[in-house]
């Protein structure tokens, strides 16, 4: 302890008391030399009892951690050491109030462990500790907003099935992993008979709904979890069905051909039926065919206006390439 | 550095990829136990044939190898040899990695190796 | 260029061996799950050509050829050198997934995950560091772990080296739960450093051939 007190050095005791964060200094041999304010609060243990005390001594629990290996890196090796909250949560039990000590409720901290060089003794090690929950509590805030975010923008505002965008990003994707792995691809392009008739008959708002009616039951009927329906255009609905060969697809277009007939919505203006229909473009990617998306998506379509020309409430098939 | 007393010729079994690795452990054991045999293998499979041919006493075997690796070599030679002494030599040192010696009945041995740790393996064949 | 002996090859690729052992045995310990990582090669090459390489090989991985990720440290002492870590930036952005757990994803790295990626890499070089300086029997400083992204010419550049100064190149492979990750560490070295590496590499080898 000085005897004659030296003002520089009361104004760093000061500031070392009032800034809002951890500082402890240990010695060579791991013993507190310096124990500031923010400590004292937050661990709830004053400064008279941790100054001397072994770092174990205050805190067992950390024997063998990361803080304990950083220490040991510090003082050893000359090496800092930083310590992310998002790998090691709250290394220390530190605590916003006594309250928050009750529950174990620990505050969020990044520490950082760096040597210090000190005059006429042996290295020394000073631990750094940040309150970052409230960053913490914003980032989660931040990420539970943005998931919101993202199934909205992937999602078709009107039948909440998947929308092109989703659509574009899944044929990329599937497209790849069928190519890489040798498994057939398959597209189903699917078109509402005589929509505009519908909605020129009935207005736009019974034409919505009738979209979203369609919409639902034939996304209800994807059985896979990499099967998906996408609202490609106006009334035209994409299917991209992973693993399918050109026989199960087609299978699977007129199962859903059947579906949407006998949903029975009354269409007197378009047709023969009496009822909303849809005509299917079938085209399948595969080994033999190892077409690009462009090519797959073209003969879907083409395979769709065959079907519409054939008479419409029917699929056809189209080879691709 | 523990006291180690001369003992009749044994022979000790270094498998390491690393040829420095094992110009290092030979010079530690020979250091040790001037009279005994170090016999060098540079990988899994091979160190089954050395094994065959000089029958150790003991075996060091380095953990991360190309090709059969440490602990599948390690598994053939505690079958072969049964109360062989074999310790894993290894820098990566988790409870994985322990649990999996325990089982199959073998030492274990944090990396770099070092005098005092070569003499801590030593004692393993009674040296 | 700068020619490693067979022995001397053989060396440092065991030296930093045990270093990134060490470090996937800390690793491990913060995620509770066994954490593999080797180094199968290493090479000297000039600052540019390891640009280039980076480019081209993690390009290769990666869907953003352009964006890097990197941690970088400064060690002086026994020599001086920028030590960085290097993933493409969709690997780190894996690699911290992994360790941190979490399954939301998003496009960029936030600022708590940079973080831990500024671990991760203070993790990894301090061991291959430290590995390196207990072997030469050496003191070296080490300073706070660096965040950058970008292209693989800026990340080599933040040590504001000259482009033909040469740079260690470790090849490292990580594994955790079925999961591969191929990544790099640079050390920039310049001439002096070099020769120093050099030195402490065959006092080491001597030690070893028991003439030390």
Known sequence: MT????????????????????????????????????????????????????????????????????????????????????????????????????????????????????ANA????????????????????????????????????????????????????????????????????IDIDHFKAY???????????????????????????????????????????????????TQMAEAIRARAEALAIAHAHGGNSGVVTVSIGVATRSVASAVNIDTLIGAADRALYRAKKNGRNRVEVQTPG | MTDVTPERTKTVLIVDDSRVSRMMARQYILHLQPGWNVVEAGTGEESLDKARAALPDLVLMDVNMPGMGGIAAAEQLRRLAPALPISLLTANVQSATRERAEALGLGFMEKPITEARIAQLLALAGG | MVELSELENDALIEIFNIGVGQAAAS????????VRMSVPSISFISR?????????????????????CGVSQHYEGAFDTDAILMFPEDKSLELVRLMVGETVSLQELTDMEQEAMCEIGNIILNACIGTLANVFEQEL???????????????????????????LMLHIDFALDKHQILGYVAFVLDISALHDLKEQINRYIARAMGQA
């Open chain 1, 122 to 189: 042996p290295r020394h090690c000073l631990i750094q500790i940040n309150d970052v929950s409230i960053a913490v509590g914003r980032e989660k805030l931040l990420r539970e907003q943005t998931l919101v975010l993202r199934s909205q923008t992937f999602a078709d505002g009107l039948t909440g099935i998947a929308n092109r965008r989703h659509f574009d990003v899944a044929i990329e994707r599937e497209h790849r992993r069928a190519r890489r792995h040798g498994t057939p691809l398959s597209l189903l392009m």
């Open chain 3, 48 to 68: 540019a050509d390891a640009a280039r390489l980076l480019g081209s090989r993690l390009a290769a991985e990666a869907e953003a050829p352009d964006r890097i």
């Open chain 3, 27 to 34: 690793m491990s310990a913060l995620v509770s799950e066994e």
């Open chain 1, 3 to 118: 005897t004659v007190r030296d003002p520089s050095l009361d104004l760093l005791h000061s500031v070392l008391n009032a800034v809002t964060l951890g500082a402890v200094v240990l010695d060579h041999d791991r013993r507190v030399v310096l124990w500031n304010d923010w400590m004292s609060e937050h661990a709830q243990i004053p400064q008279q009892q941790a100054l001397g005390a072994d770092f174990l001594a205050l805190f067992p629990a950390l024997r063998g951690s990361r803080v304990d290996a950083a220490i040991d890196q510090a003082l050893r090796h000359h090496f800092p050491s930083l310590l992310s909250q998002s790998l090691n949560k709250a290394p220390f039990p530190l605590y916003a109030n006594a309250a928050a000590a009750r529950l174990d409720d620990r505050l969020q901290q990044a520490v950082a462990v760096t040597p210090v060089d000190v």
């Open chain 1, 199 to 249: 909605n020129d008959h009935h207005g736009h708002q019974k034409g919505d709904q009738c979209l979203i009616q369609v919409a639902a039951a034939l996304s209800g009927m994807l059985r896979r979890s990499a099967d998906l329906m996408a609202r490609y255009g106006g009334e035209e609905f994409a299917m991209i069905l992973p693993d399918t060969d050109t026989a199960q697809a």
């Open chain 3, 141 to 167: 400083r080490g300073s706070l772990p660096e965040y950058h992204v970008g292209t693989s010419d800026e990340i080599l550049g933040v040590s504001g080296s000259e482009p033909d100064s040469v740079v």
